[in-house]
């Protein structure tokens, strides 16, 4: 069964950096897009970033030039570099990919990890 493994969350202060990482293990499998929602508190899910497998990345104008997606396909890992943090990047962040496993696409989420930005 696959699975996606999240780290990297925690608090921190406005202007300030973290680094979110999700890996994905189990059955053998090949993965497509990869990516990052997120919710913030009394939201809905939004995109944050995503990846494709030959390297396409795509931002929300929110987080443009703020932050960073990238990708290890050797580690089936995906990346998230998040700098200049404001209080409004506060939310659950969840990883995403659509994984080819038991010939058939399904999409895959993380159990989610908390950001808190302060003012």
């Known amino acids: 069964q696959v699975q996606l493994v999240e780290s990297g969350g925690g608090l921190v202060q406005a202007g300030g950096s973290l680094r979110l990482s999700c890996a994905a293990s189990?059955?053998?499998?090949?993965?497509?897009?990869m990516g990052w929602y997120r919710q913030p508190p009394g939201k809905q899910r939004e995109l944050v970033a995503t990846?494709?497998?030959?390297?396409?990345?795509n931002y929300a104008d929110s987080v443009q030039g703020r932050f960073t997606i990238s990708r290890d396909n050797a580690k089936n890992t995906v990346y998230l570099q998040m700098n200049s943090l404001k209080p409004g990047d506060t939310a659950v962040y969840y990883c995403?990919?659509?994984?080819?496993?038991?010939?058939?696409?399904?999409?895959?989420w993380g159990q989610g990890t908390q950001v808190a930005v302060s003012s």
């Open positions: 189990g059955s053998p499998f090949s993965i497509n897009d």
């Open positions: 990846a494709s497998s030959g390297g396409n990345t």
């Open positions: 995403y990919a659509r994984i080819l496993a038991d010939a058939r696409w399904t999409n895959y």
